[in-house]
């Protein structure tokens, strides 16, 4: 996206578009990637082990990266993740998929050709914060000032 319309507005807009399209279409779900810049997962454990500890998707929705592409998550015990400092390490778009109420899938994938490691995003309809929903509208009726 280009740097003048990086902003809440657009932002808002477009996440607007979105709930508009999962009303119209009955969906479900709604899935998709979202990465962490560097491909050594052991550089990003605190993220990795912070997502896998506390927002794994539940066992239906749990979908798992392929064997041969499967980078782990559980680098680090649960009682060892300082919440604070892992929350400063994810990229702003995970944090906000974490806040609308989404799940993150069982393994990454390190995609050497962006320099990324990739994690499976999944927003279930039911499991959306009722906080976005009541500022969208419930029927996609009210648009973002």
């Given at each position: 996206?280009?740097?003048?319309?990086?902003?809440?507005?657009?932002?808002?807009?477009?996440?607007?578009?979105?709930?508009?399209?999962?009303?119209?279409?009955?969906?479900?779900?709604m899935i998709g990637c979202?990465?962490?810049?560097?491909?050594?997962?052991?550089?990003?454990?605190?993220?990795?082990?912070?997502?896998?500890?506390?927002?794994?998707?539940?066992?239906?929705?749990?979908?798992?990266?392929?064997?041969?592409?499967?980078?782990?998550?559980?680098?680090?015990?649960?009682?060892?993740?300082?919440?604070?400092?892992?929350?400063?390490?994810?990229?702003?778009?995970?944090?906000a998929y974490l806040r609308?109420?989404?799940?993150?899938?069982?393994?990454?994938?390190?995609?050497?050709?962006?320099?990324?490691?990739?994690?499976?995003?999944?927003?279930?309809?039911?499991?959306?914060?009722?906080?976005?929903?009541?500022?969208?509208?419930?029927?996609?009726?009210?648009?973002?000032?």
């Amino acid at each position: 996206m280009l740097k003048p319309y990086r902003d809440k507005r657009t932002v808002e807009l477009l996440w607007h578009g979105i709930w508009a399209y999962v009303l119209a279409h009955k969906s479900d779900v709604m899935i998709g990637c979202a990465s962490l810049e560097g491909v050594d997962p052991e550089k990003l454990r605190l993220p990795l082990s912070y997502l896998h500890h506390f927002h794994a998707a539940p066992a239906e929705w749990r979908a798992e990266a392929l064997p041969g592409k499967r980078a782990r998550f559980d680098l680090l015990p649960k009682e060892a993740i300082d919440m604070r400092s892992a929350l400063r390490t994810l990229p702003p778009l995970i944090k906000a998929y974490l806040r609308l109420g989404a799940y993150v899938g069982d393994g990454a994938v390190v995609d050497e050709a962006f320099g990324t490691t990739d994690v499976l995003i999944v927003l279930p309809k039911a499991a959306i914060n009722p906080r976005y929903i009541d500022y969208y509208g419930a029927d996609a009726d009210r648009y973002a000032a």
